[in-house]
Nanobody
């Protein structure tokens, strides 16, 4: 079955970096666009970054643009999120999502599968 497993979360000081990974299995990874979302306590899940099936196109939320980088390795069935210059407001549970087709979406309901999430906490 479709499975997405995130890893790499943790506690980091403001200004620090973390690298998240999302390992996919149970489906043809290279046929799916991928996205990273996050959800802070009491808030809705929000789009962070997306990448097309080929990796040729990416997009970022304004709040993370210039600090976060999404990438994928189709040979390893893995999508990554490199997070630099972290801020306390980046604190959230981060989820990766898989969306069938070429282009990623920015809304959670567009995605076909989700991982269980990995928690990121940025201290000030």
């Amino acid at each position: 079955q479709v499975q997405l497993v995130e890893s790499g979360g943790g506690l980091v000081q403001a200004g620090g970096s973390l690298s998240l990974s999302c390992a996919a299995s149970g489906f043809t990874f290279s046929s799916y666009a991928m996205g990273w979302f996050r959800q802070a306590p009491g808030k809705e899940r929000e789009f962070v970054a997306g990448i097309t099936w080929s990796g040729g196109s990416t997009s970022y939320a304004d709040s993370v643009k210039g600090r976060f980088t999404i990438s994928r390795d189709n040979a390893k069935n893995t999508v990554y999120l490199q997070m630099n210059s972290l801020k306390p407001e980046d604190t959230a549970v981060y989820y990766c999502g898989a969306k069938r087709g070429t282009y990623f979406g920015t809304r959670p309901w567009e995605y076909d599968a989700w991982g269980q999430g990995t928690r990121v906490t940025v201290s000030s």
